[in-house]
């Protein structure tokens, strides 16, 4: 059974940074992709950013400049950097986790940006 456990969320004015980690003790496999969605209140759950198990990323238009994935595929880690933050960062962030067809999430860890 795959469990992913996200922490380093917290609250931070408004330019401040927060690094934020995924982990998981599964280490049978490599996961294809792997990455961040997010969701505030009211709003529907959108992508943040993902790697897969290569060099290619995706990540969302807004924070494109501002925030960096990465992941280790010897520890199925990935983390997400995320700088310049701003109020409209405030979500609940969500680890993901994609192996063939099957996605896997985590619990989410809080982000709030106050001004």
């Known amino acids: 059974q795959v469990r992913l456990v996200e922490s380093g969320g917290g609250l931070v004015q408004t330019g401040g940074s927060l690094r934020l980690s995924c982990r998981t003790k599964?280490?049978?496999?490599?996961?294809?992709?792997m990455g961040w969605y997010r969701q505030a209140p009211g709003k529907q759950r959108e992508l943040v950013a993902t790697?897969?198990?290569?060099?290619?990323?995706a990540y969302a238009d807004s924070v494109k400049g501002r925030f960096t994935v990465s992941r280790d595929n010897t520890e199925n880690t990935v983390h997400l950097q995320m700088d310049n933050l701003n109020p409209e960062d405030t979500a609940v962030y969500y680890c993901?986790?994609?192996?063939?067809?099957?996605?896997?999430w985590g619990q989410g860890t809080q982000v709030t940006v106050s001004t």
């Open positions: 993901y986790a994609k192996l063939l067809v099957a996605d896997y």
């Open positions: 599964e280490m049978a496999f490599t996961f294809d992709r």
């Open positions: 790697m897969g198990s290569g060099a290619n990323t």
